[in-house]
């Protein structure tokens, strides 16, 4: 390991933009079709990792859907997170807010109340055993209708207080913000806080109506807010949080290659980017792995990296003294 490996490592840091379903190693999809009975389209671990050729975000939708099927009980959803929560602890994240996707798992017969309370009593473990603390964000699909979106917020109600946010996820093009305006509204109401994928695939209209109409905290992905000078200037000017992810955007061919990405740019631009993973087992890496390809990529200085970790604590959704505190500790750390 070399010396910026280990730095980069030891960074205390919060991971915001990961999917729990996305963290599903081919190890444990094999695992978990074994206990629970349940076919894959794969003969290997091997097989399962050749198929991860993505031409665009729907290609890895897809399989990404197609894997979630072996997440049976609340044990499986507990020992997906449980995985997680070790690998992220051993990458310096000392705070993680997972995205789920109910609907991946409601529309297959899985209830609601299975996946969250796996989720929740793996993060509990985590805090006891690692000292990490975590939330969750219930992410809609945006693929499907608001009508849907509207009766997954309702299920969450017995959870609500367990529940920090909502997202919303899966195909962008074709699926604008807009559709999701008033179920965004009724969320605010309950008191959650609010995010979005926009400008991964879509065009920065649709960060623009992230912003005016969803009225988001912060913005997943944003790459292509780039593209607009304008935007650019808006979102740094309301300290607007980018959730960005360099292999994600490697493997989506969002980049052509991680030497164009842009995250010094967005960073030299005064904008609130962070370095997240996304999907670590199907992009090819956990959050350290991210920094480190960035870091390689794009040659940033110790100085960067360190604004990287600051902004993922700024942009989290822990209450201000919490981030205060984490603040400190990086400043004590370095
Ligand atoms: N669901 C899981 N990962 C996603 C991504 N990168 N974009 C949209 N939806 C997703
Ligand atoms: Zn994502």
Redesign the pocket.
Known sequence: MTDLDSFIRALPKAELHL?IE?SLEPELMFALAERNGVAIPYASVEDVRAAYAFGN?QDF?DI?YAGADVLRTSQDFHDLAAAYFDRATADGVVHAELMF?PQTHTDRGIPFAMVVEGLLSAMADAQARHGISSALILSFLRHLSEEAAFATLAAADPWLDRIAAVGL??S?NGHPPEKFARVFAAAAAKGLRLTA?AG?EGPPAYVYQALDLLHVDRIDHGNRALEDDALVDRLVREGMTLTV?PL?NLK?CVVPDLADHPIDRMLDLGLRATINS??PAYFGGYIADNYRAAAAARGLTRAQLVQLARNSFIGSFLPADAIAAHLERLDAHL
């Open positions: 999917h996305g975000l939708l990404y996707d996820d899966s962008e994928h991964e992810c994600s989506l996304d999907d």
